[in-house]
């Protein structure tokens, strides 16, 4: 299921309400149903779902997309089905029920297929004709504001994917060298840390805080990591307390997501739970509900029980509102940050009595 609250639309038809999907979305759907969740008439919420299976029960994904949809303090909402007749029809009538069930107003109920609309509840011929409405979405006003506030829609979600997927070719074969030399130099630290008996691998996380501040530092400027910052960050983000680090420092900024989707796709394949996980948190900080589902489906397949990927997937999938993180990441976790905090102390107190 995919599903964001970014970008804030005023719809006045059908037609323009479709014509915002993709954008919402961040990608054009089909074969899908689709939850546009509205305060008044203002669109704050959508969240997507694949059409079930032909001759599948649509009833369990109907109530948990309600149930999402819910927990977002709108009002009403609008149901559109992508897709064939014989498909979208018992979806669309579920995820209705669904709503209804949860105390929200259904407002319409639209199929869209092949450039026309047909609404479910509407039986007015002069308005809704039997053989569908057609609507164009490069002639609503609705996309043009959307293109002038920035936002993209991809013409799928295979689009969507490939934005997240491993490079190939030449950065491959450097990043695996460079990913090598980097092991070597983290097993190197550890070593050195163990043989003075710095507590609890101090070394390795200062290392750690300083790629993390270089990587940062050099995104907010424009600048492209070298192969070798690449993967030296990436070995030191297999420690959790570097992870941790870059996951307090991480929000939703336009340079946060770039810096982590640049790191996940050059990531050699056993290393990218870390960035892959920030990339989504940044991604569904940002109100990019799309682009964090399909960050976490590359890290889950490929590391099934890494903890931050779970968690932040549960989020997703409970429709939970990026605001709910305001203040992170005090908000979220404050006994974590008072005993990081009470830990900071310690040591620099131990600094002081030491000199």
Do not use: K, N
Not at 84 to 96: H, L
Not at 112 to 137: A, I, M, N
Not at 214 to 243: K, M, N, P, Y
Not at 306 to 325: E, I, K, N, T, V
């Amino acid at each position: 299921m995919t599903s964001t609250d970014r970008p804030r639309l005023a719809v006045r038809s059908p037609a323009d309400l479709i014509a915002a999907v993709p954008y919402l979305l961040g990608f054009h759907p089909a074969d899908s149903v689709v939850v546009v969740a509205l305060r008044g008439r203002q669109v704050v919420f959508a969240a997507r779902g694949d059409l079930p299976e032909p001759g599948a029960d649509p009833r369990p994904p109907a109530r948990h997309l309600a149930q999402v949809i819910a927990r977002q303090g709108t009002d009403s909402a609008t149901v559109i089905g992508y897709g064939p007749a014989d498909r979208v029809t018992g979806a669309v009538d579920a995820v209705g029920q669904a709503l209804d069930a949860a105390g929200l107003t259904v407002l319409d109920a639209l199929r869209v297929t092949d450039g026309r609309w047909w609404s479910y509840l509407c039986t007015e011929p002069s308005c809704c004709p039997p053989d569908g409405t057609p609507y164009d979405p490069a002639a609503s006003e609705v996309s043009a504001a959307a293109v002038f506030a920035g936002q993209v829609a991809l013409p799928d979600r295979a689009a969507l994917t490939a934005q997240v997927s491993a490079l190939g070719g030449p950065v491959r074969v450097a990043m695996s060298r460079a990913t090598a030399q980097a092991r070597r130099r983290l097993a190197t630290l550890a070593e050195e840390a163990s043989e003075t008996a710095l507590v609890g691998g101090r070394s390795v996380r200062s290392a750690g805080v300083a790629a993390v501040r270089v990587a940062f530092r050099r995104h907010r400027r424009g600048e492209r990591l070298s192969d070798d910052e690449v993967a030296w960050l990436t070995v030191l983000l297999t420690r959790l307390e570097v992870r941790d680090h870059a996951w307090e420092r991480t929000d939703g900024r336009d340079t946060d997501i770039s810096l982590w989707t640049e790191v996940l796709r050059r990531a050699e394949p056993e290393l990218i739970a870390a960035p892959g996980s920030l990339l989504a948190f940044a991604a569904w900080r940002a109100g990019y509900g799309a682009l964090a589902v399909v960050a976490l489906e590359r890290v889950l397949t490929a590391h099934p029980d890494y903890s931050l990927a779970l968690l932040l997937d549960d989020m997703l999938r409970q429709g939970l509102p990026p605001s709910r993180l305001d203040g992170w990441p005090e908000v979220a976790f404050p006994g974590v940050v008072r005993r990081r905090a009470r830990r900071r102390d310690g040591r620099r107190r131990q600094t002081r009595r030491s000199a």
